[in-house]
């Protein structure tokens, strides 16, 4: 594998499974949500400038938004320093990314 520095194409990054997690934050620095992506989708949401994503549970392709409505809208997106991590900075359309009809899917603090 080239160095992660050097990465210059998707296929290049470390899809574990077929999979890399992606980190999804709003344009106000919130984060939202924690996906993954397939090299595939990954390509797709790059191309289209939608976030699209791998459904684990369901094994296939998951557009946000084509159930709820609630897209979003690809900003920017960046790997993280050892490239096993992804970074989607989105517009939120809609009421939320959470499947809840909250915002985020971090909404439930943990007990001390």
């Known amino acids: 594998m080239a160095d992660i520095a050097d990465i210059t194409d998707v296929a290049q990054l470390p899809f574990n499974g077929g ?7 709003d344009e106000s620095g919130q984060v939202i949500g924690l996906h993954y992506t397939t ?8 191309s289209t400038r939608r976030a699209v994503y791998w ?37 939120q359309n809609g009421k939320g990314n ?3 009809g909250n915002f985020s899917c971090f909404f439930r603090d943990l007990p001390d």
């Open 55 to 91: 459904s684990r549970s369901r094994n296939e392709r998951w557009a946000k938004g084509d159930t709820s409505g609630d897209t979003q809208d690809l900003k920017a997106a960046y790997y993280d320093c050892d490239g096993d991590a992804l970074l989607f900075v989105v517009k």
């Open 19 to 25: 999979v890399l997690p992606v980190v999804v934050q």
């Open 98 to 100: 959470c499947h809840t």
């Open 39 to 46: 090299e595939g989708t990954l390509r797709e949401s790059l």
